[in-house]
């Protein structure tokens, strides 16, 4: 699994989808996904997300768990892509990362 740091533009929750900005990771929407940001880094422990400006650590190779709010429509061997909140969506073009494993609010994929 590689592993890239990165300055997080905006405060972003762990375990989701992002992209990276001018100014440093987003969260990711639709198919614009360059990996998953690490649960590692500075809470903001009321918003339970990693402060903006702070460094994150970003997934961009290997078999990753992602938060997803479908987990009953999804199963493994479907695609995902990410909703405007980084969550896990069901891909209705067939396109985006496998899923490997469902497991409650979270899905496994392969990111490549």
């Keep these: 699994m590689d592993v890239i740091s990165v300055k997080l533009a905006e405060s972003i929750e762990p375990n989701t989808f992002v992209t990276i900005g001018q100014n440093g990771v987003l969260k990711a929407s639709g198919a614009n996904i360059i990996g998953i940001l690490s649960n590692e880094g500075s809470y903001d422990t009321k918003t339970n997300k990693i402060e903006a ?7 961009v190779l290997g078999i990753q768990r992602v938060k997803t709010n479908e987990s009953s429509s999804l199963h ?13 969506i069901k891909s209705e073009t067939g396109s985006g990362f496998k899923v490997t494993r469902v497991s409650g609010s979270y899905v496994d994929v392969l990111l490549r």
């Design 76 to 88: 493994m061997g479907d695609y995902v892509v990410s909703n405007v909140d980084g969550y896990a």
């Design 53 to 59: 400006e702070s460094i994150g650590n970003v997934y």
